[in-house]
């Protein structure tokens, strides 16, 4: 079955957002199989976001990541990846649907409360740079 990395940022953990994030996969049918409460290194920063090395909000980015504690998931179902990214909204608030998260909750794009793997490639990336394996705890979900 898929898998998608997920992460609150530090804006949403500051804002008490977690549980209202968690909730709307929780709602969607998807289930939860690893979750962690931590602070990023730089190091893990600059490799989570080694695509966007050299543009501009670079340093911002690694900045902001680092700046305070972040709830990393990991997320299993179909289609889990395009799905997640449909519920989080477009990376610009000003983008995004109505009643996806971050046309909800956020107004600026580098405050823009989570992050969600955009293809299967980088959610193989992300869930290994995150997680170990025995992180990851596979269960049957009743229904
Ligand atoms: P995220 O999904 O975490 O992936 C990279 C992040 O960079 C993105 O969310 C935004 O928060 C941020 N970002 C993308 N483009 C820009 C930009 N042009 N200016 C500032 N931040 C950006």
Known sequence: MEKTFLMVKPDGVQRQ????????????????????????????????????????????????????????????????????????GATNPLEAAPGTIRSDYSSFMSRNLIHGSDSPESAEREIHL??????????KKAI
Request: aromatic share 14%; net charge neutral; proline share 2%.
């Open 17 to 88: 957002l977690i549980g209202a994030i968690v909730h709307r996969f929780e709602e969607k049918g998807f289930k939860l199989v690893g979750a962690k409460f931590m602070q990023i290194s730089r190091s893990l920063a600059e490799q989570h976001y080694a695509e966007h090395q050299g543009k501009p909000f670079f340093e911002d980015l690694v900045q902001f990541i680092t700046s305070g504690p972040v709830f990393a998931m990991v997320w299993e179902g179909r289609d889990v990846i395009r799905l997640a990214r449909k519920i989080m």
């Open 130 to 139: 995150f997680f170990n394996s025995s992180e990851i705890i596979e269960y």
